[in-house]
Each structure stands twice: as C-alpha cells, then as structure tokens.
C-alpha cells in the first residue's frame, strides 16, 4: 500500500472506541480515509451516525473487495479472530485493539503476517495512546532490554487511585472506572490481571521476541488486597499499583509477571494515577526511559488507533525484528521476588515456602509476613489463590536494572 492509494475502511465494532475513530476520522479528512461500511451486533441501538453505513452482515466488508483496510474494534475475541484471521487471509490490512485475541492467537498471527504480507497493526491494544509496540519494534533495537516495567491497566489503576486517594469502595470505584468506559466489557479480565497478562503477553513479543501464551504469566490482580494492606503502604511511604513486568534475568531468561506491587516515590510510576499507565524501559547503554499517557478511554485509544490507520498509507508493518536476533529468550519462573503476604491467620501462608523471612507481624484484625521467595514457589504455592491472602511485591526486587554496566555489556 502507497501514499496514492485511498484508505477504504470496514469498521468492526461502535462501541467506545469504535464510535470515537468513526469520528476523528471525519475530523481528519488529510488521511484520505474513509469508512465504507460499520458492522455490528445489535442493530436496534441508537446511534450517532448515518443508518445505512450499519450493518450486522460481517461477509458485507470481508467479501468486499474495495475495502482494503479492516479496523476490529470489538470484544468478543474469539469473532475478532474470525474477523482478523479472514481479513489478513484476504490481503486486507488489518488494525485491531484486542488485546485478548492477540495474545491468544500470537503465533497463528505471526505466521499469517508472514504467509501473506499484509500489514497488522495494533498499537491500541497496549497501554492506549502510549506508542510502546513501536518504540520497543523500531527503537530499541540494538540496545539490549534489561526490563520493561508499567502499570498498563487504566481501569485497576484508576480504581486504586480512587480507593486510596479518596477513601472511595472497590465496588464504586469499578463502577466508575466503567462508566467511563475503561473497564472492558467483562471487567474481571480488568481487575484479575488478566487484561495486563495479555498485553504483557505482546510486550514480551516485541521487547524480546518471546512468542508465548498469557497463561504463562503469572498474574494476580487487585480483587484480594485488603484495607490493611494500604494501611502498611502509607506508613511505609508507598503506593500499591498492579504492575507488569517482565525483566532479564540472565542472557537468555526473562521473568514475566503482573502482580500487585509496593512503588516507592523514586519510581516513576509512583505518580501513574487514575486511567493514566506508565511503562519504564531499561536498557543496557539508555539506562532508563519512561513514556506516560492516558492508557483507556475513547479519544486516547483512537489516537492509537487513528497512528496505525496513518501508518497504513506507507505500508507500514511491524518486522518482529526481536524474533531474529539469533538469542532465544525463554521466560522463566527461577528467579527470587520479594513480597509482603497478609493473611487472616498465619497458618493460611506456609512459611516454609520462603527462602528468608524478613518480618513478620501479628495484630488481631491482621497479620502478615515479608521476605524472599522463589518465584516458582510463589506461583505454585495454593495459598496465594486463598481469597483472605493477598500478596504484594516489592518494587525493586529482582531488578536486573541494579547491575553495574559492565556486567550487562
Ligand atoms: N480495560 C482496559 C484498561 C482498556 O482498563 O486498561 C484499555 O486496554
């Protein structure tokens, strides 16, 4: 695809973010984009666009050969593979934000990229208006990544914002985070983790050619952490904040993980609040870098959205270029985290699981322990899925970032 050519759209999708691309595209008419056609589910909704751009028909824009461009915007995943797998099968480019789909089809995706050269785009679905899939594609090239490290969730952000912020309850606060529309359609992929396994699942892709599942991330969200917990992270100066991660921890292995995480005030992300993320790259010769925006939401999602269709008029497609490095990153699971657990009873955490105890604390309404455990151990470990448990690391354990340069150069 060339500067010359017309950007001809079938839109999946009219929902937050569909109906906000439909009209900043209407808005940018120096694109030469146009939408031909809208297809979606349930066609007695009322809506803010002219009736006969709808349809309910998918084969309506996948059999139409003048679209050349499909923009995916919906969230049923398993129907936007549908969507995105016939589409790149046809040659069509191909824009989507689900992140769920991605991360669950990564490899089927890569190999149809592959196979038939077409252009799939997804910067939306990771971090909203954040442009991290570029920048860990086309930047970070030769220098080697140590970590990337972000809070790229809005909603559980914008949650634990309002609840330690304002004193506002979970249930509010989630309430909130949908109507404003960033919570996803199933807010317990939000609020579980899952949401950021799957974005951390195509981080790792593009950060260190990784081609792996979501379920081989461990992930805990935000659902088990107590009142107590925040008690303990103000009196030690800190802000708990659901943090992905994923860091070397050696020359081929890289520790993967989204966990409810203690930021101290020198972190970056410790001022990362309400729906905004934050992403912190390490890397070998830069150090650190930090890039921040609005990760959900209508207009920050379609910026994202918006930059891909851009991208599309200069044939733009992703090289995967970590993919053929000749070094074979693997995640691993033997690395050492150090957490804080509360519990209900001390006989709930097996104390045996931890390598070293550190702290342990004994009130009436609340207990708990702090020290070092084999991250193996800990994502093996039943009690960790104990609802009274909850489990928090501390933000600068296992940092490959601490090591003096010459021992990463
Ligand atoms: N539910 C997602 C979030 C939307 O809150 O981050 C953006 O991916």
């Given at each position: 695809m060339t500067y010359d050519k017309k950007l001809i759209i079938g839109l999946f999708g009219f929902g937050v973010v569909g109906e906000g691309i439909y009209r900043v595209l209407k808005q940018t008419p120096t694109l030469q984009a146009e939408i031909k056609r809208i297809c979606i589910k349930h066609p007695d909704k009322l809506r803010n666009a002219p009736a006969e751009l709808f349809t309910t028909e998918a084969d309506l824009l996948l059999n139409d050969p003048e679209i050349n461009v499909v923009v995916e915007l919906i969230d049923d995943a398993e129907a936007a593979w549908h969507i995105v797998s016939t589409s790149l099968g046809s040659g069509k480019a191909v824009v989507s934000a689900n992140k769920k789909m991605i991360a669950a089809h990564l490899a089927e995706l890569l190999q149809l990229q592959d196979e038939n050269k077409t252009s799939f785009l997804y910067e939306a679905a990771v971090c909203g208006s954040i442009p991290v899939i570029r920048n860990l594609e086309e930047y970070y090239d030769n220098d080697m990544l140590n970590s990337v490290t972000g809070i790229i969730n809005g909603s559980t952000n914008y949650i634990l914002t309002r609840m330690n912020e304002d004193g506002m309850p979970y249930d509010e606060a989630l309430k909130l985070a949908q109507q404003l529309g960033f919570a996803e359609t199933d807010p317990s992929l939000d609020v579980e983790g899952t949401d950021a396994a799957n974005k951390l699942t195509i981080i790792l892709?593009?950060?260190?050619?990784?081609?792996?599942?979501?379920?081989?991330?461990?992930c805990k969200g935000i659902t088990q952490l107590h009142p107590a917990d925040s008690v303990y992270a103000k009196e030690k100066g800190y802000s708990i904040k659901l943090v992905a991660r994923a860091h070397r921890v050696n020359h081929t292995d890289v520790a993967a993980y989204v966990l409810?995480?203690?930021?101290?005030?020198?972190?970056?992300?410790?001022?990362?609040?309400?729906?905004?993320?934050?992403?912190?790259i390490g890397t070998r010769l830069a150090d650190e870098q930090f890039i921040y925006g609005k990760g959900a939401g209508r207009y920050p999602t379609s910026s994202a959205v918006l930059s891909d269709i851009a991208a599309l008029r200069y044939g733009y497609k992703y090289e995967y270029k970590k993919l053929h490095t000749g070094v074979d990153y693997h995640i691993s699971n033997d690395h050492v985290l150090r957490v804080y657990v509360s519990c209900e009873n001390m006989s709930d955490v097996s104390q045996n699981d931890f390598i070293a105890i550190d702290e342990t604390y004994n009130s009436q309404s609340r207990k708990y322990?702090?020290?070092?455990i084999n991250f193996d151990k800990l994502r093996k470990a039943a009690w960790l899925h104990n609802p009274a448990n909850s489990v928090i690391v501390f933000g600068d354990s296992g940092t490959a970032d601490s090591l003096p340069p010459e021992s990463v150069l």
């Open positions: 892709n593009h950060a260190y050619g990784i081609v792996s599942a979501p379920d081989d991330i461990m409810p995480t203690f930021v101290g005030p020198r972190s970056q992300l410790f001022n990362v609040r309400f729906e905004f993320n934050g992403v912190i322990i702090t020290g070092s």
